[in-house]
């Protein structure tokens, strides 16, 4: 990203200011964060992208492509989205930090005009440049070979968090959700527990050739009047760490369709000793006493020591379905703007991408045109993991880089609203786990929609969530007074990050977090 710590100081000034000053239009989806593509482009060879970033009503885009002489740049565009769609100016800068360089910061170089960005949903859109027309665009996929052989021929279980949405978009059930290969028939299945006061079921699915989608169906008899929902039919669609769909439920007679949404927990479990399990993937940043990889989270990344809320270097990183793709949006040593990539398989919790500089692809306003090999620049080294060995823990969010000709330096996951660590963070809407000390449970939607000193508290005042041991910044115990009787919840919340416990429905802004109308085959 160039501007990492350019953008932390003037969209944090931006959000500040607007957040107070104007309404937004709630979305039904949250474009997903990492490498986005421009549909007709995708060629297979190397050419120009976009590196997006949306945290609540923050849009934060880093463009790669190419200057009129053939030489790869980069641009950066950042503002508040309205709805679906924005309209900013495209900035380039200059003379900031090259590989194995001192600290240098950048400054601006100029603004080629305005680019528009519009979402559909959290998968497609449609992005315009100066001097070009409307263009489809995309989410960017990509699968390593073990993780084709994993998830799709094995059918190695996945699960997730998810919810039903009604008409409205009302959250409406709670439930965990398994995608696997039964190992006896090698039948894919899907599993369902929790949802409402319904019974664990599994139905048979069918994938649909060359996606993670699939269609399932119940072999239960429906049962018209029956007491219980039972689900009917789901089709699934998996894209990284997200999930969407459609459910058929039978609940009293009455056939309902709801929209689902849901997260991705953990791929590959394996029950270990000691009541833990031992994962192929782990999604979140909470599942205590267990070991396995991480999934860093992906987006915008910055070297720590470099946020000096001045332009300058910074790192789009992509990890999905067993890849890590990452770009490098620095400067040459003559103070050009550039951009390095590199992209590898990935496994555990380190990765080392070899850098490729490119050049001659397509420029703003210009011809179509593929880049070719500039450059082969040297070695990136990403680990997520915190703290020091033998005590480190893998991360999502923190980690170290090491560029060419550089030591390993710590960074991090940018955080892109204010108050992402305070209890401005922890409101929205979730489903939470609650526990009374007679051990009833009870889950529930919960609406936190104001701050109160440093609690977030429910607009009935009910419920109240603090992050009240200093030791976990990252979770907040939430009580509830209901009947009479006091609850408690623990939920998980830190910026760009999931839990495996508690699910997010909707930001602070009332943008749903999931991935909406995605299109199902």
């Known amino acids: 990203m160039n501007k990492t710590r350019y953008i932390s100081s003037t969209v944090t000034a931006s959000v500040l200011a607007l957040s107070c000053a104007a309404t937004w239009a709630a979305r039904s989806f949250t474009p997903q964060a990492g490498t986005w593509a421009i549909t007709e482009e995708l060629d ?3 050419g120009r992208g976009l590196a997006i970033d949306v ?5 934060f885009m880093q463009v790669f492509g190419y200057a009129p002489n053939g030489d790869a740049t980069f641009y950066t565009a950042t503002g508040q989205l309205d709805g679906d769609s924005i309209t900013v100016p495209l900035m380039q800068y200059q003379g900031g930090r090259s590989f194995g360089s001192d600290a240098r910061d950048a400054e ?11 979402f559909s949903n959290g998968l497609q859109g449609t992005v315009q440049f100066p001097g070009e027309p409307v263009r489809a665009m995309q989410r960017f996929e990509m699968r390593s070979n073990d993780y084709v052989s994993s998830y799709w021929e094995k059918g190695v279980r996945r699960s997730f968090l998810g919810t039903l949405l009604d008409a409205d978009q009302n959250p409406h059930g709670f439930a965990n959700i398994s995608v696997y290969k039964a190992s006896e028939t090698l039948q894919w299945q899907v599993r369902i527990e929790g949802l409402q006061d319904a ?7 069918s994938r649909v050739v060359g996606k993670d989608e699939y269609h399932c169906t119940t072999g239960q008899a429906s049962q018209s009047g029956g007491p219980t929902p039972l689900v009917q039919s789901m089709k699934l669609h998996i894209a990284n760490v997200d999930l969407a769909g459609q459910v058929e439920v039978l609940n009293q007679g009455a056939l309902q369709t709801y929209t689902l949404m849901g997260t991705a927990v953990s791929g590959g479990s394996v029950v270990t000793i000691g009541f833990c399990t031992s994962w192929a993937d782990l999604y979140v940043g909470d599942m205590g006493h267990c070991t396995g990889p991480v999934r860093p989270s992906s987006g915008t990344w910055v070297v720590q020591d470099e946020l000096t809320f001045k332009p300058g270097r910074g790192i789009a990183i992509d990890a999905q379905n067993g890849m890590a793709l990452a770009q490098i949006f620095n400067y040459l040593p003559d103070g050009s703007p550039t951009f390095h990539m590199g992209s590898t398989s990935y496994q555990g919790v380190e990765a080392s991408l070899a850098l490729n500089r490119y050049e001659g692809g397509r420029t703003l306003g210009g011809p179509p045109a593929s880049g070719e090999l500039a450059e082969a620049t040297g070695t990136l080294a990403l680990t997520f993991r915190s703290g020091a060995f033998p005590q480190w823990v893998s ?3 923190l ?10 330096k710590p960074m991090v996951r940018m955080a892109l609203e204010p108050g992402a660590s305070d209890a401005q963070g922890l409101l929205g809407q979730w489903w939470l786990r609650f526990v009374a000390d007679s051990n009833k449970r009870v889950v529930e939607a919960v609406t936190l929609s104001r701050v109160e000193a440093d609690e977030a508290v429910s607009a009935d005042g009910a419920v109240r969530c603090s992050r009240s041991n200093p030791q976990s910044p990252a979770q907040a115990i939430c009580e509830w007074n209901r009947d009479g009787v006091a609850y408690k919840a623990t939920l998980f ?8 416990y508690s699910l997010q429905v ?6 749903l977090m999931g991935l909406g109308d995605v299109p199902l085959q």
Do not use: I, W
């Open 493 to 500: 919340q830190e910026a760009n990050n999931r839990s495996a």
């Open 44 to 46: 297979g060879k190397p």
């Open 55 to 59: 945290q609540g009503n923050t849009f």
């Open 506 to 511: 909707r930001d602070r802004h009332g943008n």
């Open 399 to 408: 980690g170290q880089v090491a560029f060419p000709n550089e030591s390993p």
């Open 108 to 118: 601006v170089l100029g603004s080629p005009g305005n680019v528009t960005v519009s």
């Open 199 to 205: 019974a664990t079921q599994t139905l048979d699915c």
């Open 395 to 397: 991360s999502r969010v």
